[in-house]
């Protein structure tokens, strides 16, 4: 065997750095940049206790370039969400990102606090910084800064970072590289890479990438939602709808100022002729990120949901089966689709039929791609409740559906299926309440002619994504005050209160600190605290709601500190 020398060593090394798409004097900030490029990542606000409750407008987000020795704004936002009633039922409490015109506040409080969710993308991120380096800005130095570790879950040392710093007077606007916009009258989404179009029922209609990752064609002809089942009146009568029986609320909330992520919430329901199911409504929440997007929504039918009333006569709906399925339009023509079954199944319109029956709960991934660039789908449904389930293809230009044997051979959309793909779910016969579930992950990739391995390396990075590990760094000034010499939890103040008190406390060192809110029966009420402090003096803040954001009664409440396995208590007195 013939010896490597070194020069043939490092050709091997080139190579191997090339085929990676690694060049030399890469960085493992680079690297993971790289490699995750399209991954969003978002932040909420109990992973960031330091900010808790800190303005909105006062938070910004750097990356540190070490080749430039520079900082540069991050494209980032910050989206708040606030806990309460449903409008259509409100006995039904949830985390809204949009206030309803039903409640009787009309906005967000513009403090960083529990649910509230900051999102950037990885691609953006740098290198790590000096941490005795600070953004060129007087007020950042005073506070210290938050040094965002992103890392590959399976790889460590595969790392890159973000800061956070906070100021009011930071001149620098948030830099906005990805183009998005909505049109309300077409309820379409448009960024930079890719569109969107959503039809009157709210299932999407259109998906184009744009030139040059794609061919700027749309491709898609309508995701198809069918449903099997019986109408019990006096006798069973067999029902069959599709996705033109949703129903959609006329309300959209969607967000005003999208940097990194268009987040659009609707209400929908089931409609059987001029009957609006509002008792089973449900919200979905689609979430646009500058390559991918996210929809999830659903809702639990059993029997006694879905009765109606027609004339005084009770009527009784039970779904059999479900699919939910993705069909092209002719633009898809010469793509191949992959899956983890299926190596590159041409779509062309020519009758084939490939279906695979699968474990549930389901987490199954398809990538469908060509000169129009690439779609790739992961659909996971935790529902137990089904009997069994498949992956659902056809292709045939001359229309009709593969189970019309279920669904009879009534087509909606174009009247032709280009590689129509998606999930059949059928259930047991002895079973009768089942679950709707729209819970899919997309990405719209500018890239073109991928591979089945392709596919699988995008599935494992939404099932493994990025881990993210905050950590504190004192700011220029606070490293000139002095430490405190103890671990002290001061008294609150004002107290008694009535509104919010500010909780103040010492720490002799660095820690992770927990800090809680008790009832007088010692039931725990509210985790103000649970990360990463450095030494000094801290100020949190309790308004009187508890971990669901719920105003709690009048009455003394404990507050408890935690670190390093010591722990102290103060008394508060809570008077509405």
């Given at each position: 065997?013939?010896?490597?020398?070194v020069?043939h060593?490092?050709?091997l090394?080139?190579?191997?750095?090339?085929s990676?798409?690694?060049g030399?004097?890469?960085t493992?900030?680079q690297?993971?940049?790289?490699?995750r490029?399209y991954e969003?990542?978002?932040i909420?606000?109990?992973?960031?206790?330091?900010?808790?409750?800190?303005?909105?407008?006062?938070?910004?987000l750097y990356?540190?370039?070490?080749?430039t020795?520079?900082w540069?704004m991050?494209?980032?936002?910050i989206?708040?969400r606030?806990y309460g009633?449903?409008?259509?039922n409100?006995?039904i409490?949830?985390w809204?990102?949009?206030?309803?015109?039903?409640?009787s506040?009309?906005?967000?409080?513009?403090?960083f606090?529990?649910?509230d969710e900051l999102?950037?993308?990885?691609?953006d991120?740098?290198?790590?910084a000096?941490?005795?380096?600070?953004?060129d800005n007087?007020e950042?130095?005073t506070?210290?800064?938050?040094?965002?570790?992103v890392?590959d879950?399976e790889?460590?040392?595969l790392?890159?970072?973000?800061?956070i710093?906070?100021?009011?007077?930071?001149p620098?606007t948030?830099?906005?590289p990805?183009g998005f916009n909505?049109?309300a009258?077409?309820?379409s989404?448009v960024?930079?890479?890719?569109?969107?179009?959503?039809?009157?029922?709210g299932t999407v209609?259109?998906?184009?990438?744009?030139k040059?990752g794609?061919?700027g064609?749309?491709?898609?002809?309508l995701?198809?939602?069918r449903?099997?089942?019986i109408i019990?009146?006096?006798?069973?009568i067999?029902l069959i709808?599709?996705e033109n029986y949703?129903y959609?609320y006329p309300?959209?909330?969607?967000?005003e100022?999208p940097v990194v992520r268009?987040?659009?919430c609707?209400n929908?329901?089931?409609k059987?002729?001029?009957?609006?199911a509002?008792?089973?409504?449900?919200?979905?929440?689609?979430?646009?990120?500058?390559?991918?997007?996210?929809i999830r929504?659903g809702?639990?039918l059993?029997?006694?949901?879905l009765?109606?009333f027609?004339?005084g006569?009770e009527?009784?709906?039970?779904?059999k089966?479900?699919?939910e399925?993705?069909?092209?339009?002719?633009?898809?023509i010469?793509?191949?689709?992959?899956n983890?079954?299926?190596?590159?199944?041409?779509i062309?319109?020519?009758p084939?039929?490939?279906n695979?029956?699968?474990?549930?709960?389901?987490?199954?991934?398809d990538?469908?791609?060509?000169?129009?660039?690439?779609?790739?789908?992961?659909?996971?449904?935790?529902e137990?409740?089904?009997?069994?389930v498949?992956l659902?293809?056809y292709?045939?230009?001359?229309?009709?559906?593969a189970?019309s044997?279920?669904f009879g051979d009534f087509?909606?959309g174009?009247?032709?299926?280009?590689?129509?793909?998606?999930?059949?779910f059928?259930?047991?016969p002895d079973?009768?309440?089942?679950?709707?579930?729209?819970n899919?992950t997309?990405?719209?990739?500018?890239?073109?002619h991928?591979?089945q391995?392709?596919g699988?390396r995008?599935a494992h990075f939404v099932?493994n994504?990025?881990k993210i590990?905050?950590q504190?760094?004192?700011g220029?000034?606070?490293?000139?005050?002095?430490?405190?010499t103890s671990?002290?939890?001061k008294?609150?103040?004002p107290?008694p209160f009535?509104n919010?008190t500010v909780?103040?406390?010492n720490?002799?060192?660095s820690g992770h600190?927990q800090l809680?809110i008790?009832?007088?029966n010692g039931?725990?009420?509210?985790t103000?605290?649970d990360?990463?402090?450095i030494?000094g003096t801290?100020?949190l803040?309790?308004d009187?709601?508890?971990?669901?954001?719920?105003q709690?009664?009048?009455?003394i409440?404990?507050c408890?500190?935690?670190l390093?396995?010591l722990s102290q208590t103060?008394?508060?007195l809570?008077i509405k």
């Amino acid at each position: 065997m013939k010896k490597i020398t070194v020069t043939h060593k490092y050709f091997l090394v080139f190579i191997l750095a090339t085929s990676l798409g690694i060049g030399w004097g890469t960085t493992r900030a680079q690297e993971l940049c790289n490699v995750r490029k399209y991954e969003p990542v978002v932040i909420t606000a109990k992973q960031l206790p330091s900010l808790n409750n800190v303005p909105v407008r006062e938070i910004y987000l750097y990356a540190y370039h070490d080749s430039t020795s520079s900082w540069a704004m991050m494209p980032f936002q910050i989206d708040e969400r606030t806990y309460g009633p449903d409008p259509i039922n409100p006995e039904i409490s949830r985390w809204f990102y949009f206030i309803p015109e039903e409640w009787s506040t009309d906005h967000h409080d513009g403090k960083f606090y529990e649910h509230d969710e900051l999102v950037f993308m990885v691609r953006d991120l740098g290198d790590k910084a000096p941490d005795r380096l600070f953004i060129d800005n007087e007020e950042a130095k005073t506070h210290p800064k938050i040094e965002l570790i992103v890392q590959d879950p399976e790889n460590p040392a595969l790392k890159a970072y973000g800061y956070i710093f906070r100021s009011s007077t930071i001149p620098d606007t948030v830099p906005e590289p990805y183009g998005f916009n909505y049109f309300a009258e077409q309820d379409s989404i448009v960024t930079k890479y890719y569109a969107i179009g959503l039809n009157e029922n709210g299932t999407v209609d259109g998906i184009v990438i744009k030139k040059p990752g794609g061919n700027g064609e749309d491709i898609l002809d309508l995701l198809k939602i069918r449903f099997h089942g019986i109408i019990d009146l006096y006798v069973p009568i067999p029902l069959i709808a599709n996705e033109n029986y949703l129903y959609l609320y006329p309300e959209k909330y969607v967000t005003e100022h999208p940097v990194v992520r268009l987040v659009r919430c609707v209400n929908m329901t089931l409609k059987f002729g001029d009957f609006v199911a509002d008792n089973v409504a449900f919200p979905v929440v689609a979430k646009f990120y500058p390559f991918s997007g996210t929809i999830r929504g659903g809702t639990s039918l059993a029997p006694e949901d879905l009765k109606m009333f027609y004339g005084g006569v009770e009527v009784l709906i039970i779904l059999k089966d479900l699919r939910e399925s993705w069909d092209y339009n002719s633009n898809a023509i010469g793509m191949k689709f992959y899956n983890q079954y299926n190596n590159g199944l041409i779509i062309d319109g020519n009758p084939d039929l490939v279906n695979k029956t699968i474990d549930i709960p389901v987490n199954a991934w398809d990538l469908t791609t060509g000169k129009q660039g690439s779609l790739f789908k992961i659909g996971q449904f935790k529902e137990q409740k089904w009997g069994s389930v498949e992956l659902y293809y056809y292709d045939n230009k001359n229309g009709g559906q593969a189970d019309s044997l279920i669904f009879g051979d009534f087509d909606t959309g174009d009247n032709m299926s280009y590689g129509d793909n998606g999930v059949l779910f059928q259930n047991k016969p002895d079973q009768d309440s089942v679950t709707i579930e729209l819970n899919y992950t997309v990405y719209f990739l500018p890239e073109k002619h991928l591979t089945q391995s392709d596919g699988e390396r995008l599935a494992h990075f939404v099932n493994n994504p990025v881990k993210i590990s905050p950590q504190l760094i004192a700011g220029v000034e606070q490293r000139e005050q002095s430490i405190p010499t103890s671990f002290n939890l001061k008294q609150n103040y004002p107290n008694p209160f009535n509104n919010s008190t500010v909780i103040p406390f010492n720490l002799s060192t660095s820690g992770h600190v927990q800090l809680q809110i008790f009832d007088s029966n010692g039931s725990l009420v509210k985790t103000l605290a649970d990360g990463w402090f450095i030494s000094g003096t801290h100020h949190l803040y309790w308004d009187g709601s508890d971990d669901n954001n719920r105003q709690v009664p009048s009455g003394i409440y404990f507050c408890r500190i935690s670190l390093l396995g010591l722990s102290q208590t103060r008394k508060l007195l809570f008077i509405k």
